[in-house]
Nanobody, 116 residues
């Protein structure tokens, strides 16, 4: 089992910045990709950003150039730096961690609200 605890969600004005953190604990040996997904009311959960254990990254189209994902393998923590936030970025942000086998775990989510 892997436990994921997110933090950093808040209310921010459009154009502002936030940094989300997700700390993994438990059976973290050989965890592969870690990342962030988001879900707003009435919509499906979408990829925001993912980073592999080697540092390769992938971003959703709507956040490219504004968000940056990073990872501290020693702390088993993944970060999401979000700049130039827009009202459409409002959502619950979920941390995800998976093994190479595909087994994945989710955090409980942290709410980001961007006011116009």
């Amino acid at each position: 089992q892997v436990q994921l605890v997110e933090s950093g969600g808040d209310l921010v004005q459009a154009g502002g910045s936030l940094r989300l953190s997700c700390a993994a604990s438990g059976n973290i040996f050989r965890l592969n990709a870690m990342g962030w997904y988001r879900q707003s009311a009435g919509k499906q959960r979408d990829l925001v950003a993912v980073i592999s254990s080697g540092g390769s990254t992938n971003y959703g189209d709507s956040v490219k150039g504004r968000f940056t994902i990073s990872r501290d393998n020693a702390k088993m923590t993944v970060y999401l730096q979000m700049n130039n936030l827009k009202p459409e970025d409002t959502a619950v942000y979920y941390c995800n961690a998976r093994y190479a086998s595909g087994v994945a775990y989710w955090g409980k989510g942290t709410l980001v609200t961007v006011s116009s």
